[in-house]
């Protein structure tokens, strides 16, 4: 995913503009479980999106993805192993998870 | 000569300390002689012991065993927050929690809570807040693997299918 449009070519950008464009990408990696994996294929997938943005961005850019289409409106979310808010912001580093209605007991 | 009837010496009078004593989400199984033995104590007369097993039908359907997953580090800290937040709001309680991942047979125990209180009513109703809240929270996940070679994710979000 490009931001800004940038993300063509960016070896060919001057250093400068290199950095400002780097500053403004993080590639987050999403943790996923059960119904979520099989949809995906895999159990992590590394996202690109905007540094810092709310996670539901993050599951956003996951629809486009093959099998994101499985994913319901409003998937429960956590980040840094807490239960959070589609809104809340995601941090480089950050370790999300895409959560499937749980099933213990 | 210490007398046939003496009494056995005094066990201390301090009331054991309550609260959430062991939870753990393990591969292994379930020792549920030992969860008790943990949440006994002096001061103890009720212990309440919930056990989830892996039914042998799901909707009519023969099933053959159950694969259990979770977000690990994470199913580990809601159990104990869940549990936690039972003993919190009941004074007195003892609680001792496991529940079991990995793939299981039918009737085997996959959750064991063992809830211990001075009187009966704290001890049933906070294995069974425990149980319920469990259900809402912790990310465990169920795969079913059913005799005639399917296997489905359990989903109770779906009305159709029953949640062990």
Redesign the interface.
Known sequence: MTANGWGTALDQKPESLRRRYLALVMSVSV?L???YA?AFGTRRLVVPVAAPCPVGDVVQSMRTLPGGDRLPVRPLV?IN???AALDSIVQPNDEV?L??????? | MTPPHAAPAPRSRTPAPAGLLHSAVTTEPIDVARLISVAQASGIGALSVFL?TVRDLNDGRPVLGMA????E???Q?ELAAVAGEVCDVTPGLRVAIE?RIGTLGIGEV??AIVAAHAHRGPALEGARAI?ES??????????EHYVDGERA?????KPATG??
Request: aromatic letters at 12%; hydrophobic letters at 45%.
């Open positions: 943790l479980f059960a119904s099989d956590a192993q807490a239960y998870a959560i499937p209605p749980v099933a213990g007991g | 989830g259990y997953e979770a977000y580090a994470m199913a800290r529940h996959s959750v149980i469990l259900k809402q929270r912790v990310p465990i996940w169920k795969c994710w359990v989903d109770p979000t949640a062990g």
